[in-house]
C-alpha cells in the first residue's frame, strides 16, 4: 500500500502521539475519581446488605425506634453495641448518632457563618488591599491546622476553662457583638479629623484593642452579675429553672472548635465570590445615590448568593465529616437533646472509636459501615442541595442581568 | 569498549563479594535472638509493654518491639487474624473471643499472666467524698442497677448533704477497652454504663479529664493516678473500707483488683521465636517484674511467676 500524502515529519508525529497519550491520561484519571467514588458507595452497600437480608438480618425497627432499656421506664433510643447477656441486648439504635452528627455541624455552622460571612464581606468591600494580601493567608494558614490539635486544645483547655468562667462566656456572647457596634456608632459621631483616623477598612485592627477591653470588663463583671441574677451559681440555676445540665464537654465547645476548623474554607469561598462581583455594579448603584449598606444588601449579596451559599454548604460538608475535633472534644455521649450545654456522640467519631474492635464481618462490624454509609449520604445530599442551589440561584441571576 | 571493561571488573569481583556476603552472615548469628517483636492490645498495659520492650533492646540490639496500643479488645482480633503473636489485654479474653481464635487457628491462644493492677474510682482532688459502697457505685455508673441499689444516683448531693447538687460528670474508657469491659462486669455486676459516660480513648485522658472538672468521676488503673485527681476507697465485701494501695492489691482486698495479661498465638509442640522468648523470659524475670512496680503495677506472686518460668522453660527450643 501506497500512501499519496507526504510522510508526517517525526517532529508532527511525536507531537501528535504526546497529545493523544495526554488526553488518555487526562481521561483516565477523569473516570478512575468517577469510578472510585462509586466504587465507594458500593462497596458501603456490600458490607451494609447482611444486616438486612439473609441470616444475620437484624430487626431493622431497631436501627431507628425507640428500644426497652434496661433499668428505664420508657422505651429509648439507644447505641450501645455490646450485649449484656440476656436481660439487656445490644441496642443499635442509629438515631443518636446522627442526631449528634447533625447537631455538631449545626452549632458549628451557627458560631461559623456569621463570623465568616462577615469577615468575607468586609474583606472583600472594605478592606484596603494591604491588609487583605496579609489576612487571607493567615486564615488559610488556620484550615492547615490538624484536627486532632483543634480538638485536643478544645478539649483539653478550652472545656475546663469554659466550664469555670461559663458566666462570663456566655456573657462574651452579648457583649463582644454589642462593643462592636457601640464602637463604630461612637466613630460616627467623632469629628471628622478623629473618624478619618479611624478608616473602616482598618476596623479589624483598631478594634481589637477596644473588643480586648470589653473582653476584659466582661469577665471582671461575670462573677458579680453571676451572684446579684441568679445567686451565684449560675449551673445551679439553669438545672433548676430550664432544667438544662451543663457537661464540660458539650455541643458548644464542640462548635466552637468545629467552627474554628471551617470557617477559613468558607470564607476562602465567600470571599472569592464577593470579589467575583463586577465592580460595575456596585458603582452603578452608588452612581444613584444607594448607601453603602443598600449596595450591599441589594446589588452585591444578590450577585454573589451562588458563591456564598455553597462556600456554607461546603462549610457544612466538612463539619458533618470531621472526626477527630468531635471525638476529643464532645465526650462522646449518644444523647439525644438539642441543649447546647450537653454532649453529642456522631457517626464518625463512633466509627473511629469502635471500629478497632468490632469482629470482622460481625453484626457491629456491618453497623458501623452502616454508620459510614449514611455519613456518605448525608454529605452527599449536603453537596448535590449546595450545587442545585447555586446553579439555580446563578441561572435566576443571569437572567436578571440579560433582561436589564 | 568501557561497557566490556565494567563487566570483566564485576566478573572479577563477584567471588569476593561472595565470599563478604557469607562472612556477614556467619558474623551476625553471635546474638541468635534477632527480628521484628510486634504486639497489639492494651492502653493500660502500653507503659510496661515498652519498658520491657527497651531493656529488651538493650540486651539484644537486633530486636526491636512494635507495639500497637488501642485497647484490649484489638488484641484478640488480630491474633485471630494473624497480624500479631503477642497480645495485650488488661482483662481475659472473653468466651467469644476463644472461640473466634480457635475456630481460625485450631488452638487456644496461650495466656500468660504478667502483673496485678487495680481499677480505681477517682475524683477531682477537691472533692472532699471518702468512699463508695459497691450499690453506690453502680447506681452512679449504670443505669441498669444490676447490683441492687433502689434508685440511681445522679447529684453528688444524693451521697451526702455537703457536697453540692450539681450532676455527677461520669468520665471513663472507649468500649474497645479492657478496663471499660472489666469495670463493667466488676463494678456494675455486669449491666450497662449510662448513656452520659463521657468516653475517652486513653486512660490518660480520663484522668485529665477528671483533674479539670471538680464535679466529676471516673476509672482508671493503679498506674494512671495523677496528682490531679484522688482516689476514692471502696468497700469491700464485708464492708470494710479499703484503699487501692498496692499493699491491698498484693494481699486481694482491695474489690476491683485485676490481673494483667499477654496472650501468645503458640501452636501446640511449636518453639518460640527468639525474640518471643527472650520478651518472655525477661516480662517473668526480676527484672521484667521491677519494670511492673516501678510503673505503679503490682507485681505477682512468686508462686505464679515460676509456675510459668517453668512453663517457658518446658518448650522445645528453636533451633
Not at chain 1, 456572647?173 to 462592636?180: A, S
Not at chain 1, 461575670?222 to 455541643?251: H, K, M, S
Not at chain 1, 462581583?277 to 454573589?304: C, F, I, K, M
Not at chain 2, 449510662?194 to 488503673?221: D, Q
Amino acid at each position: 500500500m501506497i500512501d499519496s500524502r507526504p510522510p508526517p515529519s517525526l517532529h508532527l508525529r511525536r507531537r501528535r502521539l504526546r497529545d493523544r497519550l495526554a488526553t488518555l491520561l487526562i481521561t483516565a484519571g477523569g473516570i478512575g475519581v468517577l469510578v472510585s467514588v462509586l466504587a465507594i458507595g458500593v462497596f458501603l452497600a456490600l458490607e451494609v446488605i447482611p444486616l438486612f437480608l439473609g441470616a444475620d438480618a437484624i430487626d431493622t425497627d431497631a436501627l431507628w425506634r425507640p428500644q426497652p432499656v434496661e433499668g428505664a421506664a420508657e422505651p429509648r433510643h439507644r447505641w450501645r453495641p455490646e450485649s449484656l447477656g440476656e436481660a439487656s441486648p445490644a441496642h443499635y439504635g442509629m438515631l443518636p448518632l446522627a442526631w449528634g452528627t447533625l447537631k455538631a455541624a449545626l452549632w458549628a455552622l451557627l458560631f461559623a457563618v456569621p463570623l465568616a460571612l462577615g469577615a468575607a464581606v468586609h474583606s472583600a468591600l472594605y478592606m484596603p488591599r494591604r491588609l487583605r494580601a496579609r489576612l487571607k493567608p493567615t486564615l488559610e494558614l488556620m484550615e492547615a491546622m490538624p484536627g486532632v490539635v483543634v480538638g485536643f486544645i478544645a478539649g483539653l483547655l478550652l472545656a475546663p476553662w469554659v466550664e469555670l468562667h461559663l458566666t462570663a462566656t456566655l456573657l462574651l456572647v452579648v457583649t463582644l457583638p454589642l462593643g462592636v457596634v457601640l464602637a463604630v456608632g461612637v466613630r460616627g459621631l467623632l469629628p471628622s479629623p478623629l473618624g478619618r483616623r479611624l478608616p473602616l477598612g482598618w476596623a479589624g485592627v483598631w478594634l481589637m484593642p477596644w473588643l480586648l477591653m470589653v473582653g476584659a470588663i466582661t469577665l471582671w463583671l461575670a462573677p458579680w452579675l453571676e451572684a446579684a441574677l441568679v445567686g451565684g451559681d449560675l449551673r445551679g440555676w439553669l438545672a433548676a429553672t430550664l432544667g438544662l445540665d451543663y457537661a464540660a464537654r458539650n455541643a458548644m465547645i464542640v462548635g466552637v472548635a468545629m467552627g474554628f476548623a471551617v470557617i477559613p474554607g468558607i470564607y476562602a469561598l465567600a470571599e472569592d465570590a464577593l470579589n467575583g462581583v463586577p465592580d460595575s455594579l456596585a458603582e452603578g448603584a452608588q452612581a444613584l445615590g444607594a448607601t453603602r449598606w443598600q449596595t450591599l444588601w441589594r446589588v452585591v449579596l444578590p450577585a454573589a448568593s451562588p458563591g456564598i451559599l455553597s462556600a456554607v454548604m461546603i462549610g457544612a460538608g466538612r463539619a458533618v465529616g470531621e472526626t477527630m475535633i468531635v471525638l476529643m472534644a464532645s465526650g462522646n455521649t449518644a444523647l439525644m437533646t438539642l441543649s447546647p450545654l450537653e454532649g453529642l456522640r456522631s457517626l464518625s467519631a463512633t466509627i473511629a472509636i469502635e471500629l478497632p474492635e468490632a469482629a470482622v464481618g460481625g453484626t457491629h462490624y456491618r453497623l458501623l459501615f452502616l454508620a459510614a454509609l449514611v455519613l456518605f449520604l448525608f454529605t452527599f445530599l449536603v453537596n448535590t442541595l449546595a450545587e442545585v442551589m447555586r446553579t439555580r440561584l446563578r441561572r435566576r441571576y443571569q437572567r436578571r442581568e440579560g433582561g436589564a | 569498549m568501557a561497557r566490556v571493561d565494567e563487566r570483566r571488573w564485576l566478573r572479577w569481583m563477584s567471588p569476593l563479594l561472595g565470599v563478604l556476603l557469607l562472612l556477614l552472615t556467619v558474623r551476625v548469628p553471635a546474638d541468635d535472638v534477632i527480628g521484628p517483636l510486634s504486639a497489639v492490645g492494651s492502653d493500660t498495659l502500653a507503659g510496661p509493654m515498652l519498658r520491657w520492650g527497651e531493656r529488651l533492646a538493650e540486651r539484644h540490639p537486633g530486636v526491636r518491639l512494635q507495639l500497637q496500643a488501642s485497647g484490649s479488645a484489638s488484641a484478640p482480633a488480630a491474633l485471630t487474624a494473624g497480624t500479631a503473636r503477642l497480645g495485650a489485654m488488661s482483662r481475659p479474653m472473653n468466651d467469644h473471643e476463644r472461640e473466634a481464635f480457635i475456630a481460625r487457628h485450631g488452638y487456644s491462644p496461650v495466656e500468660l499472666k504478667v502483673a496485678r493492677d487495680a481499677l480505681v474510682v477517682i475524683v477531682h482532688r477537691h472533692n472532699p467524698l471518702e468512699s463508695l459502697g459497691r450499690r453506690e457505685l453502680d447506681a452512679i455508673f449504670s443505669e441498669s442497677r444490676r447490683c441492687g441499689a433502689d434508685q440511681g444516683i445522679e447529684r453528688w448531693s444524693q451521697l451526702g448533704g455537703m457536697l453540692p447538687a450539681d450532676r455527677i460528670v461520669l468520665h471513663g474508657r472507649n468500649v474497645a477497652s479492657g478496663t471499660h469491659d472489666l469495670f463493667r462486669r466488676r463494678a456494675l455486676c455486669g449491666g450497662g454504663f449510662r448513656v452520659r459516660l463521657n468516653e475517652h480513648p486513653g486512660s490518660a485522658a480520663v484522668a485529665a479529664a477528671v483533674a479539670a472538672e471538680p464535679s466529676s468521676i471516673g476509672f482508671v488503673g493503679l498506674n494512671h493516678l495523677t496528682a490531679g485527681v484522688r482516689a476514692l476507697q471502696l468497700h469491700d465485701a464485708q464492708g470494710r473500707v479499703v484503699s487501692p494501695t498496692p499493699r491491698a492489691v498484693r494481699r486481694g482486698d482491695y474489690p476491683l483488683w485485676r490481673y494483667l495479661y499477654l496472650y501468645v498465638n503458640l501452636p501446640p509442640g511449636s518453639a518460640l521465636t527468639g525474640p518471643e522468648h527472650a520478651f518472655l523470659e525477661l516480662v517473668l524475670s526480676p527484672q521484667g517484674q521491677a519494670v511492673v512496680e516501678e510503673l505503679g503495677f503490682v507485681t505477682l506472686t512468686e508462686e505464679r511467676l515460676m509456675q510459668q518460668r517453668d512453663w517457658l522453660a518446658s518448650l522445645p527450643m528453636a533451633e
